[in-house]
């Protein structure tokens, strides 16, 4: 007998009871039932039988297991502010991205030069050109693997890291494809380093910890916390963790679509819906609560014409749009502040302003770093987002140029004047209290 109880599928037999989760093992979705004994995942069309405990393509579905709160990757460590520069991405091409701290760099699944897949991927020629000096600052730091994928484990590129330095220090989860790919590269057999899925790991200043994919392919994500601030590398991982995902300040998540040949090499298969990649983007980014989202490992470009121009893919800027909230857009060498994922430093130039005023100041960035906030001076208080509570001026400004103001104590004046933004206000009044604190009214010197 099949029936459904507390959310679960459950199934009683002669050999006992067994209980399924809802949660579809591909990519995260809900299995709704057929009428027919079966369950149907709407996200890819996976059908599940639970009399069999398998999917009709034939991976078997885990029996349900409560969610663990106290995961390891739950534990996040003490958190205190960060310096302006002190933890930073530089994003290098498709799924690569090098985290430097102080004490040293990390860098994902560098694919730099070559193609993917027997020819079949390019890299932008962009990408291309940033390859060289990517290369040069990756190879004075750890380089973690993902998977097998070629788009992921480049020996190309490997070679030519290697070729600036010869003890370059891999790490990877347990994969015998990788680490055999990772030998016929070059890299010597002493600094591949095979660690653990699930357990925090010491490296450097850093702790970093490999993620696994519940889709049960051998994708894995990677999480890095400084300081007790954190980034989420979610690489292909379909369904990471299983869906008891970790918290992050920064997730790189996965948003194309068109990374497979199907339906685009298949005839019978129905068209692609690129929006599914972004939906499920977005369910991620809340999951993990992440301040900043990155559109991630999805720049390649298709080497046949055909399938460029017929491929079902979404551009980071729609992304952006679906998936709403603060993003980094990046170009290759493009380089993201981690401690411009939290409010505190935007707090502590609100506290230095001085100001103690009716008015709130919305402030939208622009540039690779697409953030939106709005500072209270009642209290000095900053919220995610749009308060349009009255009194308010909303200004839409450059980021980097705006940040540097709020760090070096710049007046307003200075953006205002020199025609660096945009404005509006309501009541649309001058509010002369609030425009000569902000223009001549600020304490001498840099926000502390």
């Known amino acids: ?53 398998r999917y009709q393509n034939g991976r078997e579905q885990p029996l349900y297991a409560p969610t663990d709160e106290r995961a390891a990757w739950h534990e996040r460590g003490e958190r205190r502010p960060l310096k302006h520069g002190e933890f930073t991405l530089t994003f290098r091409s498709h799924a690569s991205v090098t985290i430097k701290t102080p004490g040293g760099l990390i860098t994902t699944d560098p694919w730099y030069t070559g193609t993917a897949f027997a020819g079949g991927w390019r890299l932008t020629e962009e990408q291309l050109a940033h390859g060289p000096d990517a290369a040069a600052e990756a190879a004075r730091g750890w380089i973690w693997i993902s998977h097998e994928h070629t788009d992921h484990l480049s020996e190309a590129t490997l070679r030519a890291l290697l070729s600036y330095n010869r003890d370059l220090g891999v790490f990877t989860a347990a994969n015998e494809r990788v680490t055999a790919a990772l030998l016929k590269a070059g890299v010597a057999r002493p600094r591949i380093r095979v660690l653990p899925v699930g357990e925090w790991q010491d490296i450097g200043d850093k702790r970093l910890m490999i993620l696994p994919d519940a889709c049960a392919d051998n994708d894995t994500g990677l999480l890095v916390e400084y300081a007790g601030h954190r980034v989420l590398v979610q690489v292909d991982c379909r369904n990471l963790c299983g869906g008891n995902v970790p918290e992050a300040d920064v997730l790189l998540g996965m948003f194309a679509g068109g990374a497979s040949s199907y339906p685009v090499c298949w ?19 809340d999951a993990t609560r992440a301040r900043v989202w990155v559109p991630f490992a ?33 170009r290759p060498g493009s380089v993201l502040d981690v401690a411009n994922a939290s409010l ?100 001498l010197g840099r926000t502390p």
Request: proline share 7%; aromatic share 10%; glycine share 10%.
């Open 298 to 330: 999805g720049s390649h470009e298709p080497t046949d014409p055909e399938i460029a121009q017929r491929l079902p893919r979404n551009s980071p800027y729609a992304a952006a749009e679906h998936v709403g909230g603060w993003t980094w857009l990046p």
């Open 1 to 53: 007998m099949i029936t459904e109880r507390d959310g679960l599928i459950v199934v009683e037999n002669a050999d006992g009871v067994r209980r399924y989760s809802k949660r579809c093992l591909h990519a995260g979705g809900t299995l709704v039932a057929q009428g027919d004994g079966t369950y149907r995942c709407p996200r890819h069309g996976w059908v599940f039988d639970p009399a069999t405990g």
């Open 344 to 443: 505190e430093p935007i707090e502590a130039w609100a506290k230095w302003t001085g100001l103690v005023h009716d008015h709130r100041l919305i402030v939208r960035e622009t540039g690779p770093l697409i953030r939106e906030y709005t500072v209270d001076f009642r209290d000095a208080s900053v919220r995610a987002g749009t308060v349009p509570i009255e009194p308010w001026t909303s200004m839409t400004v450059d980021g980097l140029l705006w940040r540097e103001a709020m760090r070096e104590g710049w007046s307003l004046d200075e953006i205002a004047i020199g025609y660096h933004a945009r404005f509006s206000r309501a009541p649309d009044t001058f509010d002369a209290r609030f425009w000569e604190h902000m223009g001549r009214g600020l304490p």
């Open 267 to 285: 005839e019978s298969a129905p068209a692609g819906n690129p929006r599914l990649e972004l939906d499920i983007a977005a369910e991620l980014r």
